[in-house]
């Protein structure tokens, strides 16, 4: 079935980086999009930014730019989100999620992963 | 601050109907389609409503969306125990070149 499985929960401390993996299965990888979405506990859902698997062309959001890198790995049809200079805000639940063919809705989602930034 | 308005809840009985708004602008809503969310607790959204008005394969008609101006709203008849979740709506920003999401609204099933 058509699914994306993310990585485990990361513990990282304020300035870090965190490398967050979400591996598609049970579709072409390089028909579809790649979207990153976050929610902090409690609060509503942020996208993150988008990434083609077709050709690694990327979009991320105004908050995020020179913060975050999304990358594909066509080989292992697994993507990819590096956030860098972590803080506290930071922390969150971090989604991968498919856009659909025909419109711009995310049809598939990852499980999440946890990110929790502490000293 | 989302850029989406929703309420941030809305309640009703078993086999009653309920509707959720979402308020944009002309930037977001006002030119491109709007998407639902639904999201239970502890678990990853699934997409619920898509172009303002089309079901995903498997999502009982009990959902309806609509969009009017910079408006839409996502309705739920025959509510049901299960469908106790957070709804988000979301749309592309032009202005912003990216999605947004309203803030959620908590679907609370008395």
């Known amino acids: 079935q058509v699914q994306l499985v993310q990585s485990g929960a990361e513990v990282k401390k304020p300035g870090a980086s965190v490398k967050v993996s979400c591996k598609a299965s049970?579709?072409?990888?390089?028909?579809?999009?790649i979207s990153w979405v976050r929610q902090a506990p409690g609060q509503g859902l942020e996208w993150m930014g988008w990434?083609?698997?077709?050709?690694?062309?990327?979009n991320y959001a105004q908050k995020l730019q020179g913060r975050v890198t999304m990358t594909t790995d066509t080989s292992t049809s697994t993507a990819y989100m590096e956030l860098r200079s972590l803080r506290s805000d930071d922390t969150a639940v971090y989604y991968c999620?498919?856009?659909?063919?025909?419109?711009?809705?995310?049809?598939?989602w990852g499980q999440g992963t946890m990110v929790t930034v502490s000293s | 601050q989302s850029v989406l308005t929703q309420p941030p809840s809305a309640s009703g009985t078993p086999g009653q109907r309920v509707t959720i708004s979402c308020s944009g602008s002309?930037?977001?809503?006002?030119?491109?389609?709007v998407n639902w969310y639904q999201q239970l607790p502890g678990t990853a959204p699934k997409l619920l409503i898509y172009?303002?008005?089309q079901r995903p394969s498997g999502v009982p008609d009990r959902f309806s969306g609509s969009k009017s101006g910079t408006s839409a709203s996502l309705a739920i008849s025959g509510l049901q125990s299960e469908d106790e979740a957070d709804y988000y709506c979301?749309?592309?920003?032009?202005?912003?070149?990216?999605?947004?999401f309203g803030g959620g609204t908590k679907l609370t099933v008395l």
């Open positions: 172009s303002n008005n």
């Open positions: 979301a749309a592309w920003d032009d202005s912003l070149n990216g999605h947004v």
């Open positions: 999620a498919r856009g659909r063919y025909d419109s711009d809705a995310f049809d598939i």
């Open positions: 990434i083609s698997a077709y050709n690694g062309n990327t």
């Open positions: 049970g579709y072409t990888f390089t028909s579809y999009g």
């Open positions: 002309s930037s977001n809503i006002g030119s491109n389609t």
